[in-house]
């Protein structure tokens, strides 16, 4: 899974034009927030890209337990565990079962709106993930100290976003204009601490 | 059963202190079995209450697992969370019919009520209970009874997770009858949920049947005053408990557990029946007990009782038979020999009583009531009896000189002689002494006479004793029934009349005469005017003089005792003094004549006059011991010397007792008076006797002065005493003379002195002097008594002693 960031990171360094965005991001009490998702979507979104990304099981949890993902991934759900799974999510931007399985299954589910997915296991309810479908390339994970940066951002008018598990909701976000010159540092907030849950 | 009988009294003790002990366990058992009823349907009420707590928190837990159950059902869920209203409606209608929910709601994360199988299709609106989510948010699920739309549920709010909670499953499940039952059945208690709003109470739910559910509502205090209440009248008495199961707002819901008190009492009541019982029966076994052990110590008692009545009567032929160990066996024993001890000694009392215990005759007792016996029957039949009274002759005289033993032989022996001759029914018996009584059954004169005769010459044969003849007569009064007297007293009376009559007339035999007799009514008066004599000075003395016949002098007079009766004029003695003697009144006479004559001697002594006076003594004041000493009291009183006064006792004076009248006379003697034996010649007395006794002059019996003139043999009687007399040293006086030839005749045979008619009859004192001086004419005054005799008597005497005598 964490190959499948940095393969993500990779490429978003790709475009290695742009301008380099570094943010913090901290919650209600300016404590910093790790494992936040920081994103800027573009106003005018590209189309969507094909990705793939995955989400393994592993001693019933899900690894990663968030993810971050641009619309179209598709995302494989790998058991690792010996006993059998079965990955659902009722969550509007996508909503599928997986019936109990072992191993990989054959077809992964392919997030195609972007929106906040929540994963859970229908036969263990203690496991779940979630899952931000975003409309753009351009994201990243806060450190432990809450802070995370977007490099090479093309220029552009962007919509700057910042949430964690905590939250039900995107945020609306801020206004982000990519232009010449190099971006002040941004401070952003969440709602609230990553929640972890209860095995 | 009476109650002051032992029986009675130790029934009584013994039932009232059983009752009392019994009345105290039970009251204390009751006591003891009230309160612990009542703290064991506390007990029962607080464990109820403890039960029907967990209970119902179980009820709630399983609501809430099932709930949680319900809620975690993947279809459940994807029809919450995916669904449209419809869809949802139908998943919640449909899975809360599953657990049998009255009620389910969905609650959104902002706590709107999404779906409400209650309501379906009202608007949505914010949950009534949001603390119950809240309490779930933290606890994962949570329960409270509620109401809800006019129902009281049991709310249990479950989160709905996908697999983050995307809301609240709010289940509500009715707090209803069966819920109660369930609980009541569980408890055993009645169980009712109630509601409160506003002070008024409903009835949500009871076990308790209609009319109680009623009175629950009515009678349910306010809530704060109701949740201390443990006890309610219903009318019935509860013991109960509410218990707050919720509040909603104003309103605030309860369970009453309750339970009647007479439930719980019940076993109680039975126990406190069960003592009563045992109590009434241990008590009827201890009336029954105690009556037996009552009996058991009272029967013997009674018996006792029954034995001492009869002993009591004088029944004493029964013996007490009664062979115990105990205490009333041995007093039984002790009672029986007092029985038979009082019986042995009334025998011997009786005997004692009844029997003469020398001769075994009947004694005097005897024979008066086999005499009243025989005088009731003779009544009754109209026969006739007879009795004797029979005294022995002699007797005193052989009992005194012989000893008594021959005495005694000599009654045994007329005893059994008389007893020989008694016929078939007839008795004999010993009054006393030498006394003895005859009862014949017949009262015919000559039958009696024959066996008066035959009883004679029985005795006429002399007793004899160790060879020697004794020699006893008897003297028998006869009196006979009804001609004599009618009742035994008076028969016996009479016989004793007539018997005195034989003795003195020496008959052998007397048949009564009134003539002997005044009647007893006379007798009783004569003796009270013989007391009235005495007192009122009734008696008179007078003196018969003796002539001296050496010289015609006279030197002494016998005092002769004279009633001058206020209405019979002069009563002569020998109508009063016999009497006097049988009464033996004759010791007052005698003691007035002591008196009067040893006066009437101290007068005359003053006077110059030295006349000896003799005053007559009979049998008995030979008897009265103080005799001497009142003599003697006299003589000095009246300052006269001893020798001045004579007394004159008859033979049978001192026959009658010889050694008592010895001593007296003896003191007599000693004083200096003079003794004379009266009347000698009539008795038996023996010379060799009265020549042992201190007398000093004999005076010969009138019937022989009085005869001898005619006849030679008392002449000759006459002559022998005087010179009998003479040689013994005593003087001789002849009494009874009547004429001048018995008068010379004496003086020739030498005798002293002389007393008679013919010198002069007994004269008053007052008359004595002047007929010494020859002033009064008299038959012969002295004087004339000196010539006649000198003119009779060939002997002269010495003239001058008469003439300084008469001076």
Redesign the interface.
């Known amino acids: 899974m964490r190959a499948g960031i940095a393969l993500l990171l990779c490429a978003a360094s790709g475009l290695a034009q742009g301008a380099d965005l570094r943010m913090t991001v901290s919650d209600g009490s300016n404590q910093p927030v790790a494992d936040a998702i920081v994103y800027a979507t573009a106003l005018n979104p590209p189309a969507p890209v094909e990705h793939k990304a995955s989400i393994d099981q592993v001693n019933r949890r899900f690894v990663p337990r968030v993810s971050v993902i641009q619309t179209g991934t598709a995302v494989t759900f790998p058991n690792s565990d010996n006993i059998r799974h079965s990955v659902y999510s009722f969550s509007r931007p996508r909503t599928f079962t997986l019936k109990l399985y072992a191993g990989t299954p054959a077809s992964p589910v392919v997030f195609d709106q972007p929106g906040i997915v929540v994963l859970g296991c229908n036969i263990h309810d203690t496991m779940v993930a979630w899952v931000l479908v975003v409309d753009t390339a351009f994201f990243a994970r806060t450190a432990a100290d809450g802070s995370a940066s977007l490099p090479g951002l093309p220029p552009g008018d962007y919509l700057l976003r910042a949430w964690n598990n905590s939250m039900s909701d995107e945020q609306p976000g801020e206004a982000l204009h990519v232009g010449s010159e190099a971006l002040s540092p941004r401070h952003l907030h969440v709602d609230g601490q990553a929640l972890e849950v209860q095995p | 059963m009476r109650l002051n009988t032992l029986r009675s009294k130790m029934v009584v003790f013994l039932v009232v202190l059983l009752g009392i002990i019994q009345i105290g366990v039970f009251t204390l058992v009751n006591s003891a079995t009230t309160r612990a009823a009542r703290i064991k349907i506390d007990d029962e009420l607080v464990v109820g209450e403890k039960v029907f707590a967990s209970e119902l928190n179980q009820n709630a837990e399983r609501l809430a697992q099932a709930a949680t159950v319900l809620a ?1 059902d ?1 279809a459940f ?2 029809a919450i ?2 669904g449209d209203h419809g869809t949802m409606d139908s998943a919640l209608e449909n899975h809360g019919a599953r657990v049998k929910a009255a009620a389910v709601l969905f609650v959104n ?1 902002q706590g709107v009520v999404i779906d409400d199988t209650l309501r379906r299709g009202a608007e949505s609106r914010p949950f009534e209970y949001p603390s119950l989510i809240e309490r779930a948010k933290n606890a994962g699920r949570a329960t409270a009874i509620e109401l809800l739309d006019e129902q009281v549920l049991q709310l249990v709010a479950v989160p709905v ?4 909670t ?1 809301g609240w499953i709010v289940i509500g499940f009715p707090v209803d009858q069966l819920l109660a039952t369930e609980l009541r059945n569980i408890t055993g208690l009645q169980v009712s949920f109630v509601t409160e709003d506003k002070g008024l109470w409903h009835i949500q739910a009871s076990t308790l049947d209609e009319d109680l559910s009623r009175a629950l509502a009515a009678r349910l205090p306010p809530y704060d005053e109701a949740l201390r209440t443990r006890v309610l009248a219903m009318p019935e008495q509860h013991q109960l408990r509410v218990v707050p199961i919720g509040d909603s707002g104003e309103q605030h819901f309860v369970a009453v557990l309750q339970r009647p008190i007479n439930d719980a009492m019940g076993s109680f009541r039975a126990l406190s029946a069960k003592l009563v019982a045992m109590g009434v029966l241990s008590l009827l076994l201890l009336i029954g007990g105690s009556i037996l052990i009552a009996v058991g110590i009272t029967r013997p008692i009674d018996a006792l009782l029954q034995a001492v009545r009869r002993i009591r009567r004088g029944d004493y032929s029964m013996p007490i038979d009664m062979h115990r160990g105990d205490e009333i066996g041995i007093l039984a024993q002790g009672l029986d020999h007092m029985r038979a001890g009082i019986a042995e000694r009334e025998q011997q009392i009786l005997k004692l009583a009844y029997e003469d215990s020398l001769t075994q005759l009947p004694n005097r007792s005897q024979f008066g009531e086999r005499l009243q016996r025989e005088i009731l029957l003779a009544a009754a039949e109209q026969r006739t009896l007879s009795i004797f009274v029979m005294d022995l002759d002699r007797f005193k005289f052989v009992n005194d000189t012989l000893g008594h033993s021959v005495g005694d032989h000599v009654l045994s022996e007329v005893a059994a002689r008389l007893r020989n001759l008694m016929s078939e029914g007839d008795c004999v018996a010993r009054l006393g002494g030498d006394e003895f009584a005859v009862l014949m059954l017949t009262g015919e004169q000559e039958r009696s006479v024959d066996l008066a005769r035959s009883i004679i010459t029985a005795l006429e044969q002399p007793i004899d004793f160790a060879g020697q003849p004794l020699d006893v007569g008897a003297s028998i009064g006869i009196a006979l029934y009804p001609a004599h007297a009618s009742d035994a007293q008076t028969l016996l009376r009479n016989a004793d009349i007539a018997m005195y009559v034989a003795k003195r007339n020496r008959t052998g035999y007397t048949i009564y005469d009134p003539r002997y007799d005044t009647s007893q009514q006379e007798h009783l008066s004569l003796l009270g005017e013989l007391r009235r004599a005495v007192e009122q000075n009734e008696l008179r003395l007078y003196y018969q003089p003796k002539v001296t016949l050496s010289s015609a002098g006279i030197h002494a007079a016998e005092a002769l005792i004279r009633w001058v009766h206020p209405v019979r004029g002069l009563v002569p003695p020998g109508l009063f003094i016999p009497f006097a003697e049988h009464t033996g009144y004759i010791k007052m006479l005698t003691r007035w004549v002591l008196t009067e004559a040893i006066r009437q001697c101290g007068v005359w002594l003053r006077q110059q006059m030295h006349i000896e006076i003799s005053v007559n003594l009979s049998a008995r004041d030979l008897m009265t011991r103080d005799l001497p000493e009142l003599i003697s009291g006299l003589l000095a009183e009246h300052e006269v010397p001893a020798g001045m006064i004579c007394l004159e006792i008859t033979e049978s004076g001192f026959m009658e007792d010889p050694t008592h009248a010895q001593r007296v006379l003896d003191r007599l003697s000693a004083i200096g008076l003079r003794l004379s034996i009266d009347d000698y010649g009539t008795g038996y007395s023996s010379l060799s006797y009265i020549m042992k006794l201190p007398v000093n002059e004999l005076k010969i019996d009138r019937a022989f002065v009085s005869n001898m003139s005619e006849d030679a043999d008392m002449m000759t009687i006459v002559r022998s005493t005087i010179e009998l007399g003479h040689n013994l040293g005593l003087k001789v006086v002849a009494e009874g003379i009547e004429d001048s030839k018995a008068y010379a005749l004496l003086r020739g045979l030498g005798c002293d002195f002389a007393q008679g008619y013919y010198i002069s009859p007994p004269m008053a004192a007052e008359a004595l002097p002047d007929w010494l001086n020859g002033s009064v004419t008299m038959r012969r005054p002295p004087r004339a008594l000196l010539e006649a005799a000198q003119a009779e008597s060939l002997s002269p005497s010495g003239d001058e002693t008469i003439l300084s005598a008469a001076s």
């Open positions: 975690s993947f869920r994807e969370a995916t994360l997770q996908a697999p983050l995307i």
